[in-house]
């Protein structure tokens, strides 16, 4: 990964092109982005052999972001992509390109230029059903797609679509740089908002900065040779390990720009100023509140639990669940005693509510923030308040710190989103920055505890009730996805029941219990009937008793990878399938499935259990990982082990009949 830079020297770019040829690709890419295509050349539609990889189905020829915020009541960001398809594949990865409801049917195009040089426009269509999108899209009209069928090996693509912005762009503003296709040459450009100056940071790539200005105010850095963003499982924050700019307009004048340990100084004594303005209060509201939820409790843990359940289902949040806290743009209210009396507030209102409660309960009690490590973590380099994102509460039980959040209405009391644990977070210190990671102690392993009661029949269907229960970080993800799941919500919740690709029946819907009880472990349950489980083979049936994984591919099934693995959670899997079998029905051979390992950070465990009375099979699993990171170096050793697991779940018996 390639160091994080800062605004780079004027380099060579004029060297490599003349101020003439660099102002008419200006002009032209300034007509693409106003709606005027640029024709396909006899070259680009000769082209047969990528150049950033040579391996790549396709590869992007140009892109050009192009930034106005001149006007700040409206604010613009054009997108210009330019792609050359080398092969089928990428064609029909092409097909699955969609954009969100944000944008409208004028605002997104495509055009198509097959071999033969003939050009095709199309148009953004609404989607209906689900059309191959992700389960958050599957509703008509949440988003955009083209029909692309005529998109062939050779053909050169254009796609042109533009944002729109009240508030300006550049006020912490963060943008992905890389693409699902190498990239031969980006164009980011940039005007900014009148008397205002412009900082901008680069991560995970290099570029050289253009000083001619365009139109008079227009600032240009260019990137080349972008590599494909891999889609990988298990791969680190994306602003960790792929292409971004943040860009901000200074808020101080030219010799009071802060150093960065000066600013993130500063950040820690702000932060201290609010945990003695909103937590140290005396409010009588407060302390009359605080007393009545934990009259006659002793127990520690209990009375956080009182303050905590109040504080997130008495008290109506405000705050859009899916929108971070931002300092910047949320009015808080004056004193957590006015939260009380008002019976609401903003997710930021609730927790120093929360706070305030447990400082008058006795404890200790911090305001910290913390950043997100699903997208970029804090770096020393970036001195932006999107850095840390997120509040949480701090409070000190038998010498550790417990962190919690209940502004978040589906996280039990004491536990944290994975992306804000182990992450760098900020602490109040009135001297010095006090920025370092982020531990939350004693939260519940996430876990997912399968049971299933099955009869086999003789014709290979199973039969009988499927239950998943899940605790952590997966019943949080069920949670906060299924009011959205409106339209194929019963399907989704499949997922958790049956195992990949397989015919059933279901009788009935699933059931869901403790939905909204976050506190306990979130169950799943089905009576259902999956069809030809077991393949007949004359007289016998081959039967795979890991029933959940028996169609599952391994965990990694790449030969090579480019990142990092993040388990970003410690995680455990148990299951107890029992399948009782045909009357007169054998289990011949008795083979049995191995266990693989069991390490400290790694278990797993496997056997057959068969109960002659009943002529009832048994099979148990357990699977165990505490990992972290892995290093990308020993991705090799990982997926051995992964696959050797993967062969244990693939175990088959045969069934005599």
């Known amino acids: 990964m ?16 003349s101020a003439f040829s660099v102002l008419l690709l200006l002009l032209a890419l300034a007509a693409g982005l106003q709606g005027a295509w640029i024709d396909a050349t006899e070259e680009e539609l000769a082209d047969t052999q990528p150049q950033v990889d040579p391996n790549a189905g396709a590869e992007y020829l140009r892109q050009t972001i192009e930034i106005d915020d001149i006007d700040r009541l409206s604010a613009s960001v054009h997108h210009y992509e330019r792609l050359k398809i080398y092969t089928q594949a990428a064609a029909e990865r092409l097909e699955r390109r969609h954009f969100t409801k944000r944008y409208d049917e004028e605002s997104v195009q495509m055009r198509v230029t097959t071999p033969d040089g003939i050009a095709r426009t199309l148009r953004a269509e609404a989607a209906s059903g689900d059309n191959g999108l992700p389960g958050e899209m599957q509703r008509a009209g949440a988003a955009l797609y083209f029909e692309t069928s005529s998109v062939e090996p050779g053909s050169v693509v254009e796609i042109e679509h533009v944002t729109r912005s009240r508030g300006g762009y550049a006020y912490d503003f963060i943008m992905a740089l890389g693409a699902q296709f190498p990239i031969r040459e980006l164009d980011f450009r940039f005007r900014p908002a009148p008397k205002l100056r412009l900082r901008w940071v680069v991560g995970n790539a290099t570029y050289e900065e253009n000083p001619m200005s365009f139109e008079g105010s227009y600032q240009e850095l260019v990137f080349h040779n972008l590599a494909a963003v891999e889609e990988e499982p298990y791969r680190p924050p994306y602003y960790e390990v792929s292409p971004w700019i943040m860009l901000s307009y200074l808020e101080w004048n030219e010799d009071d720009d802060p150093s960065p340990e000066r600013y993130w100084r500063g950040e820690s004594r702000r932060l201290a100023g609010e945990n003695k303005r909103w937590i140290e209060g005396g409010d009588h509201h407060v302390e009359e509140t605080c007393e009545q939820l934990t009259a006659g409790v002793t127990d520690d843990w209990e009375r956080l639990q009182r303050l905590y359940a109040y504080c997130q289902s008495d008290v109506l949040n405000l705050s859009p669940l899916d929108r971070p806290q931002s300092m910047e743009t949320r009015k808080w209210a004056a004193d957590p005693g006015k939260t009380i009396k008002e019976g609401q507030g903003l997710s930021i209102d609730i927790n120093t509510l929360f706070a305030s409660l447990a400082e ?20 020393p ?21 417990r962190f919690f959040d209940p502004a978040d209405p589906y996280l039990p009391c004491g536990v944290i989103n994975w992306w804000n644990t182990g992450v760098p977070a900020l602490f109040p210190d009135r001297k010095d920055a006090d920025i370092h990671l982020l531990q939350n102690t004693a939260e519940p392993l996430t876990t997912t505890t399968r049971v299933a009661d099955f009869e086999l029949q003789e014709d290979g269907d199973l039969v009988g009730l499927a239950q998943v229960a899940l605790i952590g970080q997966t019943a949080l993800e069920v949670r906060r996805k299924y009011p959205k799941m409106t339209q194929h919500r019963d399907r989704w919740l499949r997922q958790y029941l049956l195992p990949k690709d397989v ?19 979130l169950i799943l349950k089905a009576q259902l009937t999956v069809h030809r489980f077991a393949p007949t083979a004359g007289s016998t049936l081959k039967l795979t008793p890991s029933y959940t994984h028996a169609t599952e591919p391994s965990m990694f099934t790449a030969e090579e990878r480019q990142t990092d693995v993040v388990f970003h959670y410690p995680w455990k899997e148990a299951e107890q399938i029992t399948i009782k079998l045909p009357e007169g029905a054998e289990w011949v051979e008795r083979s049995q499935p191995q266990s693989i390992v069991d390490h400290e950070k790694m278990t797993h465990k496997a056997a057959l259990f068969y109960d002659e009375e009943t002529n009832t099979l048994t099979y148990r699993r357990l699977l165990r990982c505490e990992l972290g990171r892995m290093r990308q170096e020993g991705y090799a050793s990982l997926k051995q082990l992964f696959d050797a697991i993967h062969t244990q779940d693939q175990h088959q018996v045969t069934i005599q009949l």
């Open 2 to 17: 390639s160091p994080l830079l800062l605004r780079s020297p004027r380099s060579s770019f004029l060297l490599q092109h």
């Open 360 to 379: 008058a309960a006795g404890y200790e009690v911090q305001l910290v923030q913390v950043s997100d490590g699903r997208k970029l973590a804090y770096h």
């Open 381 to 401: 380099q970036v001195r932006a308040a999107f850095s840390f994102p997120r509040y949480l509460i701090g409070v000190k039980l038998d010498e550790n710190w």
């Open 503 to 521: 015919q059933y029946k279901l009788e009935g819907e699933v059931e869901v219990i403790n939905l909204t009880a976050v506190e306990k472990p």
